[in-house]
């Protein structure tokens, strides 16, 4: 979050009979020009234009209102509280302001801190008169001198039933603070306004109660996308350095959270956790929510991989292709030398090929290291129609240092991979009446009951495999959901008359 | 750059204030009339596609009643706003993530829909403080009967009535006022102090001295900094994004604001003179049009911007035009007003009353049209009077590079391509000529809708002629037309949404299905494609075609007579984003053997270089001045060797390739990197090429890498007298004229010249290409002089004549950024030639290439 976003904070108090005015303002002059030698030379915008805005009408007090002027933007909380026979003429109307760049792009966060701040003012005056007792009525004056009248009249309609000392105090509250600065007020404006500005977030002791104003700039996320069965989460940070019962209270997500490897489904996950399926899912959206996860499809090798236009960056980042490579090496275990391991003898091979046969003696992590431009070319040789399986074969002899399922994820979490999904549509269903559908279901129900009740007890499991061939559900859906492998799918779709399969 | 954001118009409410001598503060007119329903609040929310494309999500989870329903797809468009509205009450008791995505979309708006539901939405939604104060706001709203007419949004209409109408600070500004989760948005308009509403030549010199006086207060306004444009008179043109002709302006195929207006002007002079400055004092002082949006927190600002500038001004700027020269808002405010005094007299409910009203005004009828059409994400067209009509509308993203992944959806059916990013680098403004226009809508329907206006006819012929496989610059050759005027209407039309510019269709092109193709609407395209292309393959069927293994398009049409319908295939599929062309890049990917062969032949140009100099140092002399001469003119003040260099190779600048930016950052460098690049070979012998051949982060170690391969072969290593870093790249310049122009007989790179390569060094360069990894040049037109040197020398190893003179002119397009596919059209060369070199480059092994979109 950019610093010294809050370029004034100011207290607007609305009198009866003198209209608004600008008791507190940070850093002075900023809003009402004022004597002060450190003040502003220039108000930041012109406030009787705005302070309609700023004290409204009573209809849009306690809400948050915000006014653009002078390419500053307003954000306020006017507050009116009502107190019969406490204030004069039943009323305290104040708006405790901030003042931010018209532009500012996450100004919500801002607007939190002010409604939150509008609130507790509001309680703090309702409990104990926070705001009414410091109030200085010299404030109010201006040239002219009824603002004295006002105050024998405020005090009398406000203080009758009050004791003398509470009327002292006010008194003195008065005598003791000179004007414009200083007070308790004041003094808030100004530690907002530089803990906000300097560490977004302030906590201020308000001395004569128990009572702590904690503020704080929450930026704002993006709501979560859902999450589906068939969506594999991976962990961007480790969890495990939290001891698990601290992250969260959620218990799906503390039984959930060790299963998370970022090769298991969603639906996986919350058999292995026996977790409620709906519960896991919105678990997972949590930590999607906090970027504490990001999502993969399901890796298998019947599965199709394509790059997309990001692919660019990756060919051009030098510092990209090294995370990569680091990535996606087979950890070196030292039976290498051993070469029992059929894969190992040939990844040795490869790289003794590569040395031109003559340095035998290469550095055992020289011998691991995938080349940059093996990586390079492997990544362009994915293509559309070209399954994982079928381009393993045809790049096996590059592949033998690869971890190929960190390969593809790698190039799915960096954007410049896509998955491409396989979609089926029954081509003949749209234009075959309504009946000869009903009866295909039929047919369907039948092999598929068996795993419909085994899976759930909702009927809408139970569907035929009809309502999945309309070209919006991926096989990694249909898969999981029936919790059949995509070869029984496939056949089965193949039994059901003219389907198309679609990959995109 | 951003991934667009969908068209999501968050228009909630229009609100037409006027402020007056005789009645003050008026809230005009008002749409729609009733608070907005439910119904449309969901249909603001981009649900529908956000996630995946799926619509069994519901059913996958009816099984749990907490997930809330709210946040799925729903089914149908029923169900989805009854879920919505009972789902919402729900996700605002719930602190959860999930209910804090529906707040977002919705949640501002549900107290002021006064919902009878346990809504702490507001108070909610920013700081968790559930307090329920600020949730008075629309509790009168759901009363009948009289209320209806006396609140607006759930405030009372004198409150807001007093909130709209600013003072004159405001005047031609943005207004902008946020209420909770809602903002007024207005283009507040006032009546000048000589009671005009408009300032120009047409006062006559008595009143010179009034504008004078006017404009230095709208300067010292503007000079305040606030959206100077704002400040814009109206017969001032708009800033628009595309500059359009006369006669193309927005308005699309009718009589057009600002070319209308301005024309006007001057003869409705008089005109307004009389009416509006007529009784001295006008009654009315001011209107404020005000757009009530309820933009998502993260979305704000954004949203707020596109609707001011895109309508509210606009629209403003039309109602005062109007304003001034008929009186046109006062009257029809008027008018309005006393058939609302009517109605309530009448005691009509409000939905009869407001179909009276928009029937019997034209302005409260463009109301309510903006309304229509701006909150479903169109054009709207509005007619003010029998004289002025225009449009208004929130330009909407027309393509995007990226695919939409699980973690961060995205509006499907947009086109993905890269092919309308414009490079920065170098700004071709001619690209658009090379593009072709594709239609979205059927020519005849389009041609329809310029009917009425007979100056269009032009057009008419224009669009007749357009065809999606033949580029804007093939079109005006073959049909004559000026290509500035086709780049206009195809600048127009795409504006308007009625056309896309995409490269030209091609059946050797290769075309997949798009990634991002919208499934959802499958079921109706399905049946469009049927009744279009009857008796061909099915749209799944053809989906199903491009779905495998790319391959060109041709492929896939039977046979010759075929063609052209399976290109009007190709173009439909094209239209609705079902398909995107796959298109190809390359970079030149340089193999050891030529870095080698570069470092051999370096090597030895140094030795000669350094036997020449010992030979120049006895002209030194008279070289010297000459040097001078030539290097005051080349390269600044460069070092006593450059200069040599610099002389001998008098026209290295002139050539495109040698330009190395880094030229003088390398001589900076060179002391301090020097002697890095030495040490390598003896730090890991095994694999000296890997820190020394790599191309790792070429331009900073420039140095390194052109000296290391010379410093690592062994010759160099038993070299008595090292020369110094200038010498290396003295002889590097000195080299560059001859090569780099390929057609002259390169001196000492042509391989015949390998020749003189005695047996023994021919080896040493072989085992020297072991010490090189293959890398890749990934801007060859910026490449170093290293890099330079190794595409000559790929050029010099060509055998076909043709292929080693094209090879200059096709290098720059293989940078990654370029398609292949469109070579042969920014170049205006034949197709199959091109493709034909390429393939043999290709085939070579010269070039790694990858396909996307």
Redesign the interface.
Known sequence: MPTRMIKSIFFTRFHPEKGSRVLHQVPEGSITPSASPSALKQPLF?FP?VS??II??Q??C??????????YRVVGYPVCIKGEGKYYRNEFIFNFALVLDE?A????SY???V??LG?LLRALEEQGGFLSREEDLRMFEDDEDDGLSWKELGQTESQTDDDDEREDRHFNTWRSEPSGSGGKVYALCEMILEDLNNYCECMIPIVDDSNTINLKLFP?H?????I??W?VPLLTIDLSSFSSTTISSDLTLTRILPYIDGTRSVSHLSQLADT????T??AV??L??YGCV????IFHFNAIY????E??DF??D?SLQEECARYVRIPHISLAHGARDERKTLAARNVLAE??GN?A???DA?RYRV???HL??L??SL????TLRNWVLENFELLTCVDVRRFITFGVIK?FL?R?HK?A?A?SS?GVAGFEEEKRREVLMKPLEGEGRAY???A??E?PLA??L?????FD?ICT?LRMNERDVLERVKGFGEV????? | MPPPLPPSSTLHTILLVTKSRSLGPRLVFHYPPASPSAASLAANTPAAW????????D??????S??DSS??DGAGDDEEVGSRASGSGRAGGSR???S??TR??AGGFRALEGFDEDDDG?GD???G?S?R??N??GREGKAGGRAEWETVLG??MD?LE??LT??K??NKR???????GI?FVGAPMFVREDGGWKKGRRYGNKDMRTKLGQDAVDKANDS???DQDEGVDLDEPDSEKFVYPEGFEPGYGHGLMSGAASGAVSEAGSDTRSQSTNGSTPDMTMFNIVFVLNPP??E??LRVKEMYDNVVRKYAKALKYEQAKFDYVWKESKKIMAMKTRAVENGDPMSLAWHKIIASSPLAKSIATIYDSISNDKIAHVHLDATFDTSFQIPQAVST???P?????QMPGLWLT?ANIVNEDEPDLNFTQHYALLLLEDIETLVKELEGDAKDNAIAFYIRSVTPTKSLHKLSIAHSIPSQDIQYIAGHLVYWRRARLIPPLHQRDTY????N?D??A??QA??AYATRFSALP?L??M??KL????RPYAHHIPSPDHRQVYMDILAWLMRGGWVTQ?RT?A?VRVPAEIKAQVAAIMEREASMKKAAEMEATRHNEDNDSIASVGDSVLSGGETGHVKKSSLLSGNWPATPLRRSPHSEETEAMDASTILSPRLQPYR?P??PS?DAG????RITTVPATSNAPVATSPQSQNHPHRPSPLHFNAAIRELSPSSSRPSAPPSIVSPTMAGPFSPSQETAVESAS?KF????I?SPQKANEIEARWLEQICASFRDPDLREMWPTLLKYFD??HALDDVALREGLKRKRIGALIGMIREGGWL??????
């Open positions: 012109h234009s309609d805005y409204p009408r209809e849009f306690d809400r948050l209102v915000t006014t653009c002027t002078n390419r532009d792009a996450d100004w919500g607007a939190s801190v409604r939150k609130r704002t993006l709501p979560p996308a859902p589906f069965a969506h409620d399926l709906s519960l899912r919105k959206q949590h999607v929510y990001i999502l993969l499809d394509a790059p997309t236009a692919i660019y060919i051009t030098q040395d031109g340095e003696a290469a550095v020289d080349p940059k431009e390079v070319k990544y362009t293509k559309q129609g070209l954007g896509y491409v979609y549509i081509t749209s759930g007890s909702d809408s499991r569907l309502r999945y309309d070209g919006l559900h991926s859906e959901e198309q399969i679609i990959h995109r | 956000y996630g995946t494309a799926t619509s069994t999500s059913d996958t989870d009816s099984t749990s907490d997930w946040t799925e959860s993530v999930h804090h995505r977002l979309t507001l939604d920013m700081n403080d307090s104060k600020g008075g706001i405030f009372k409150a007093k909130m600013p003072g600070s405001f943005r207004f902008e006022l946020g209420v909770e903002v305040k900094g606030y927190a993260l704000y600002q590079p990226y695919i992944t699980a973690m961060e959806p890269t997949i299905v798009s990634p193709a499934m959802r499958l079921k399905v049946s099915s799944p069927e989906l199903h779905s495998g293994p790319p796959l890049f970079w890991s095994a694999r890997s790599s191309t790792s982060s072991s990894e293959p890398s890749l990934l990654g950024k790694l290439t990858v396909r996307h979109w």
